[in-house]
């Protein structure tokens, strides 16, 4: 029996994943595959305070996400060049802030991205 925390987490993670998936255009970050897209966190989603932060994530295929290890340092350089080696400093250091979203504050997240992600379907309809 999962707990309403989790139930809002669970919902959090898959608008976002659904939204990073979408932002990036269903390709792999890592390595340009369009097979099965995943949401690829390079900071672990174990740290809460970087979990749903877009500058987090990026839209990577199955292989290369369940791959991490193999995958991860190739992840890494690519970020730090489109980002910058500063940003990726301030991601680390954000990870490391001790987080507690309320429930409240969780599904409220899960709104802002299934928002951000109709946006995006509603910008593609109208092209
Ligand atoms: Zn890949």
């Not at 999962?2 to 998936?21: E, G």
Request: charged residues 35%; glycine residues 2%.
């Amino acid at each position: 029996m999962k707990t309403r925390r989790q139930r809002a987490i669970k919902r959090c993670d898959d608008a976002f994943s659904r939204y990073i998936r979408k932002r990036d255009g269903n390709v792999c970050f890592t390595c340009g595959s369009t097979m099965d897209i995943q949401c690829g966190h390079l900071i672990t989603r174990e740290r809460f305070a970087t979990r749903w932060d877009p500058a987090n994530a990026k839209a990577q295929c199955e292989r290369c996400n369940v791959l991490h290890e193999e995958s991860r340092e190739r992840f890494l350089v690519k970020w730090i060049r489109q980002y910058s080696l500063q940003r990726y400093e301030d991601l680390v250091a954000k990870s490391w802030e001790v987080t507690r979203y309320s429930v409240a504050e969780i599904e409220d997240l899960a709104r802002k991205y299934n928002d951000m992600m109709r946006e995006k379907d509603a910008k593609i309809a109208a092209r």
